[in-house]
């Protein structure tokens, strides 16, 4: 692994798991809606394990690819954690997206 692969490998995790402690400790253990970057975040504890999730499968993944030799079996047992990690964000990020309230207009409002 290059000093570059291994610098972003770092980045992502930490950058992941930063945010996902941001979105917890604002969150007010889930009483209140979190604001970031002036946006509110619904859903912060969903939202945070979607980052968890991705940091350690980019991040992390990234950073132990190089530990085992290939085919054997704890790169199968790496690629198949990351594979987990992977599709609980994705679940968790379509969860988020799908689970969003989305303001209605009212049509006699008008």
Do not use: E, Y
Request: hydrophobic share 55%; aromatic share 6%; net charge positive.
């Amino acid at each position: 692994m290059g000093s570059v692969d291994l610098a972003l490998a770092v980045v992502v995790a930490a950058a992941n798991v930063a945010v996902a402690a941001v979105l917890l400790a604002r969150s007010g253990g889930g009483t209140q809606m979190p604001r970031i970057f002036g946006r509110p975040q619904p859903f912060p504890r969903l939202r945070a394990a979607m980052h968890v999730c991705l940091g350690l499968g980019m991040g992390v993944g990234w950073l132990v690819k190089d530990i085992f030799p290939p085919h054997s079996t704890g790169d199968a047992v790496l690629f198949n954690v990351v594979r987990i990690l992977l599709s609980a964000g994705l679940a968790a990020a379509l969860l988020v997206a799908f689970q969003h309230a989305r303001p209605i207009r009212d049509k006699t409002a008008r």
